[in-house]
């Protein structure tokens, strides 16, 4: 008997197109709900990477500063009680500021008040000796006659005081005689008895912030370069002590008032400088994310503040509103007290 053939169903088998489209909207819904998971996700890592770039940013930015603010005043001869040039109310020529460092105000610079960002000028040599101070025993033909000319070399800066007066020659020595003479640019006002430093090569360096708000760093005539990057303020005070002989800092101080141009005993009583630097985080937020400070006194100030000021002494204030939607980025504040270490170790040579 033939085998018989099996019927096939004429019924079909698959997914409806209800279950098609069920499939679909769900798919449509897990695919939206990841990347909204995504984009939150990517955003925190964003901020976070922002964040740590502002952090080392500012870190790097904040030694720059510190490691040229420390040099301040070397190889200026202040430890001579005798004969310091920080005594000089009489200078060659007219005008020349030697201070190892100063502070303009931002808020006098930039006419926006106080809060703006300050320019912290450092000055300094280079000098192998440190300035050691030499006196003059004669003077001819432009050549001063010392007992030795070993702490000079050819190009160096010079500074000649004599009480309180003072002659300033930048890179002024133009050559050496022997073991005793140094000639020099200019001396028409020098005579016999004075004394004689050679500073090496004179530094004159600032640091400021500039329209790209970026930290720069001058030297000298140099034009200003860039150092790091998303740098929007530089805040700074003066740490002072009572007496110019004394080491305590009993106040900090802006570079407003008697303290925007120091006279003749002024620089003497400086004796730290106490900045903040603020680094962004250049990834803008769509939320407000950011806030004045709230008071520049103590009891924990919030917002963006440079650090826990007192009554007597109140921290200076942050004022970035001059920058275009300033409160839609994150910020870091990097503190610090440099202790000007030329100064203090010369404490001795000023009356009290």
């Known amino acids: 008997m033939a085998k018989k053939e099996p019927a096939f169903s004429t019924r079909q088998t698959g997914f409806s197109l209800v279950e098609i489209m069920v499939g679909l909207v769900v798919s449509l819904l897990v695919s939206l709900v990841i990347m909204q998971v995504f984009a939150v996700f990517e955003g925190q890592k964003r901020s976070s990477s922002g964040t740590a ?26 430890f ?24 303009i105000d931002g808020g006098t610079l930039a006419g926006t008040g106080t809060g703006a960002s300050d320019t912290v000028i450092v000055r300094y040599g280079d000098a192998h000796s440190g300035g050691s101070p030499a006196t003059i025993s004669s003077v001819s033909s432009g050549t001063v006659w010392l007992l030795n000319n070993a702490a000079c070399q050819v190009g160096d800066t010079a500074i000649v005081s004599l009480g309180s007066a003072c002659v300033f020659i930048e890179n002024g020595v133009s050559s050496l005689t022997g073991t005793t003479g140094v000639t020099l640019d200019t001396t028409a006002t020098i005579s016999s008895g004075a004394h ?43 740490g ?81 509103s001059h920058l275009p939607d300033w409160q839609h980025y994150r910020y870091r504040v990097f503190s610090t007290i440099i202790p000007l270490r030329n100064i203090v170790w010369s404490k001795d040579a000023f009356p009290a």
């Open 53 to 78: 770039d502002a952090q080392t940013n500012g870190h790097i930015a904040l030694y720059n500063l510190q490691r040229d603010v420390q040099l301040a005043g070397y190889a200026l001869p202040i």
């Open 196 to 238: 004689l430093s050679c500073l090496g090569h004179w530094k004159t360096i600032s640091y400021a912030i500039n329209a790209a708000q970026q930290l720069t760093r001058s030297e000298n005539s140099d034009a200003a370069s860039p150092k790091v990057v998303e740098i929007v303020s530089v805040q700074a005070q003066y």
């Open 240 to 320: 002072i002590s009572t007496t110019a002989n004394d080491n305590t800092v009993s106040l900090w101080v802006n570079a407003t008032d008697a303290w925007a141009h120091p006279d003749i005993a002024q620089p003497n009583r400086i004796k730290a400088l106490r900045v903040a630097i603020v680094a962004r985080n250049g990834l803008p937020e769509k939320e407000t994310v950011s806030f004045d400070c709230d008071t520049a006194q103590p009891n924990k100030p919030n917002g963006l503040c440079a650090w826990v000021g007192t009554t007597g002494s109140p921290a200076p204030l942050i004022d970035l």
């Open 80 to 103: 001579s009680s005798s004969h310091s040039p920080l005594q000089c109310t009489d200078f060659t020529p007219s005008g020349t500021d030697i201070s190892p460092v100063s502070i």
